[in-house]
């Protein structure tokens, strides 16, 4: 099992420009979600989905968007890119939330010029 | 809203010595779960907490959930330079479900 596979690994946009980071996991997980993370302030959700065709937004959406049309894929949208979007992105995926623990990509180090 | 804060945000040990992180919680958690992330990396789950007063130990790591389930504490004894890192806790309550929120995080840097 490849379990969570992030694309790109690196990522390099100029202000206004738009792009879309691909989450894909192959352990027929019902929950996906992305976070952000930034220095000295933890992991924060963007945006989550318990289930193809269902999504919802976490603490911090304002920027981005997500579909989720199939269960493998849960791909994270920015469509006018801003400096304050440079972070290190992670998505994770779990069968079900209930006392079970989140399993992490690799991460996508985004920076916005 | 739920807010989950994490102390200390750095902590350096030298090799051999103990130290403790502590969760905070502003609300009561249905459980809560530790993560660890090396330099580089991806956090990787460590431990998950359910139970009000629970324990659990993994060698030398030892993880305590509070009486009012909103307050955990990691233990590492005998610290060792594969110790380093930062480390996560994560809380989600009743009411949140499927919110998943992490504290700051404790990096923690071994000196030999």
């Known amino acids: 099992n490849a379990g969570v596979t992030q694309t790109p690994k690196f990522q390099v946009l100029k202000t206004g420009q738009s792009m879309t980071l691909q989450c894909a996991q192959d352990?027929?997980?019902?929950?996906m979600s992305w976070y952000r993370q930034d220095p000295g302030m933890g992991l924060r959700l963007i945006h989550y989905?318990?289930?193809?065709?269902?999504?919802d937004q976490g603490e911090v959406p304002n920027g981005y968007n997500v579909s989720r049309s199939t269960t493998e894929d849960f791909p994270l949208r920015l469509l006018s890119a801003a400096p304050s979007q440079t972070s290190v992105y992670f998505c994770?995926?779990?069968?079900?939330?209930?006392?079970?623990?989140?399993?992490f990509g690799n991460g996508t180090r985004l920076t916005v010029t | 809203g739920q807010q989950v804060m994490q102390i200390p945000q750095y902590q350096h040990v030298q090799e051999g010595e103990d130290f403790t992180t502590y969760c905070n919680s502003s609300?009561?958690?249905?459980?809560i779960q530790w993560y660890k992330q090396r330099p580089g990396g991806h956090p990787v789950f460590l431990i998950q907490?359910?139970?009000?007063?629970e324990v659990k130990k993994q060698k030398r790591l030892t993880f305590q959930f509070g009486e009012a389930k909103k307050n955990s504490s990691l233990h590492i004894t005998a610290t060792q330079t594969t110790d380093v890192g930062t480390y996560f806790c994560?809380?989600?309550?009743?009411?949140?479900?499927?919110?998943?929120?992490f504290g700051a995080g404790t990096q923690v840097v071994v000196t030999p």
């Open positions: 994770a995926s779990v069968q079900g939330m209930n006392n079970s623990p989140l399993h």
């Open positions: 352990m027929n997980h019902e929950y």
């Open positions: 989905s318990v289930g193809a065709g269902i999504t």
């Open positions: 609300t009561t958690l249905s459980n």
């Open positions: 907490l359910v139970k009000s007063g």
């Open positions: 994560a809380g989600m309550t009743t009411d949140s479900w499927g919110k998943l929120q």
